[in-house]
């Protein structure tokens, strides 16, 4: 049976094998702070906030700034597609901030969950189609972490 290992050079290997074993460090976890834009309007208005790009940097900027300690913990961030063109106050990426603590940083490359045409209550996972192109954009920007959710509903007969 043939494995996509065969198409990797031993050099892309080992950085895979690198960046397996630093996400799965001994004491530390991931951050999903991948909330698309419909979950930080909820996020949001429960605390009075309008859900505005701006408040959503913010609401970032807070979680990856607010702990200088955070790498200690913390070895990848997921994070939604608006946030990798997002920036601190002083201008540096998050992508960049998080890098800096040791951090991973990933971004959710799946488009959700989206009603399956012609069916009732199935759903199947968006973004499949482009995810190769996707990868390979957000790889040569240099994230490391690219989950995917695939995700397919179905009745019970």
Same mark, same amino acid.
């Given at each position: ?80 597609? &608006?946030?990798?063109? !997002?920036?601190? +106050? %002083? ?7 998080? /890098? #800096?603590?040791? *951090? ?17 209550? &199935?759903?199947?996972? !968006?973004?499949? +189609? %482009? ?7 957000? /790889? #040569?920007?240099? *994230? ?14």
């Amino acid at each position: 049976m043939a494995s996509y290992s065969q198409y990797l050079t031993k050099e892309k290997e080992d950085e895979l094998r690198g960046i397996a074993n630093a996400i799965v460090s001994a004491g530390k976890g991931i951050l999903a702070a991948d909330e698309s834009t419909g979950s930080m309007e909820k996020r949001l208005k429960s605390i009075g906030l309008e859900n505005t790009e701006e408040n959503r940097r913010k609401y970032r900027q807070l979680l990856f700034t607010g702990n200088p300690d955070l790498g200690k913990h913390i070895s990848g961030v997921i994070m939604f597609h &608006e946030t990798f063109y !997002q920036k601190a +106050d %002083d201008g540096t990426r998050f992508v960049d901030v998080l /890098k #800096k603590q040791g *951090i991973i940083p990933g971004i959710k490359v799946d488009k959700g969950v989206v009603p399956m045409a012609g069916t009732v209550g &199935e759903a199947t996972t !968006q973004g499949l +189609d %482009d995810l190769n192109q996707r990868c390979a954009q957000y /790889k #040569k920007a240099s *994230i490391s972490l690219l989950p995917e959710k695939s995700e397919k509903k179905t009745e019970k007969n």
